[in-house]
């Protein structure tokens, strides 16, 4: 942690005072936790940041990042004078009622809170998503920005596999965060091919031109949307293909039944309509032709499908976002048929 008590119960942030005036509070002062009021010790190795542990493990370990690592220490600092700088209320590390979470920093802008996470070690999506709930619980929206890994130094349209801790905290984009060369990595317009195969655009921003609330992704460009296009064909008739060699696989099992139900064969199956939802339904040539399989089976249009009943049916996890993305793919279904595979990643 970045902070403290003294004996006097006056707060000590490491990073407001130089590596010679906290050597000199190290041997005339005593520490102690803000959340739990246990002694701590402040550390000043030649490599980290300046940092304040517990003495004794202690529950309150778990509200702070204990053994955090030198990018966490750094970006955590440097989003806190960022945010300083911009005359923003910022509070670094706090407690908050109604929260065992304890968020790196918390920002009031416009009169709404905002609790930002830089994440810097694996974690579960489902820990991801119990912590963004919380938050959400006292009105705080939750804002989380991830270390950046070794794809994201690059800025162009990739395809990427995106594990399910980036998924769980994004929202209509990834935020990726590099303290050493101080630059935000976005990656955004992500569309799934299958698995957690993702294609994705990658564009980068200095700390220095960054706004907040955060800068939103452009649209994607022309050229942009026909790379998407050829990717996304691409993967369509590699997932197939796959079907074809290893009819054993789970996913060939659920195409070929899906193809017996529709009276066609797998290479029959080229074509499905993208979708930048969040979801976990897999591979859109999939779950389509499943749901077109259904419509047949209970003899309804697309548009009068229950997307609960569907979801059941075809053992697929019945989440509020599942529902959504088929909300929107039997609603808009008629109308995105009919348009080229380029202008669907157009919509957002």
Not at 307 to 317: D, E, G, K
Request: proline content about 5%; aromatic content about 12%.
């Amino acid at each position: 942690m970045l902070m403290a008590h003294n004996e006097q119960g006056t707060l000590i942030y490491t990073m407001q005072h130089s590596r010679q005036a906290l050597q000199q509070l190290q041997q005339v002062s005593t520490f102690f936790c803000p959340q739990c009021k246990a002694p701590v010790q402040l550390k000043l190795g030649a490599i980290m940041t300046p940092h304040f542990a517990h003495k004794v493990a202690t529950g309150c370990t778990k509200l702070f990042s204990e053994g955090e690592s030198e990018v966490h220490l750094a970006g955590k600092i440097q989003l806190y004078e960022w945010l300083q700088q911009r005359k923003l209320f910022v509070m670094l590390e706090p407690t908050i009622e109604g929260v065992t979470q304890r968020p790196d920093l918390l920002v009031m802008y416009d009169e709404q809170e905002y609790a930002i996470e830089f994440q810097c070690s694996t974690i579960s999506a489902s820990t991801i998503k119990k912590r963004s709930a919380g938050y959400r619980a006292v009105g705080i929206v939750p804002i989380w920005i991830f270390k950046a890994p070794t794809f994201a130094s690059y800025q162009a349209v990739i395809q990427q596999r995106i594990n399910k801790m980036y998924q769980a905290g994004a929202k209509d984009f990834i935020l990726f965060y590099a303290p050493k060369t101080k630059t935000f990595t976005y990656a955004s317009h992500l569309y799934r091919l299958y698995h957690d195969q993702f294609i994705v655009r990658l564009s980068r921003m200095p700390l220095t031109k960054q706004h907040f609330p955060f800068y939103r992704p452009a649209p994607l460009t022309e050229e942009q949307r026909s790379y998407y296009a050829s990717c996304y064909q691409h993967a369509n008739a590699h997932l197939v293909a796959n079907c074809l060699r290893f009819p054993r696989q789970p996913q060939a099992l659920r195409l070929r039944t899906c193809a017996a139900d529709l009276r066609c064969a797998l290479v029959d199956f080229t074509y499905s309509i993208p979708c930048a939802l969040p979801h976990t339904l897999g591979a859109d040539i999939v779950w389509q032709n499943e749901l077109h399989a259904y419509c047949k089976q209970v003899r309804c249009e697309v548009t009068a499908v229950d997307p609960h009943a569907f979801l059941q049916t075809y053992r697929y996890p019945v989440t509020d976002e599942n529902e959504k993305v088929l909300n929107y793919y039997c609603s808009e279904f008629a109308r995105l048929s009919d348009q080229p595979l380029t202008e669907l990643f157009a919509f957002s």
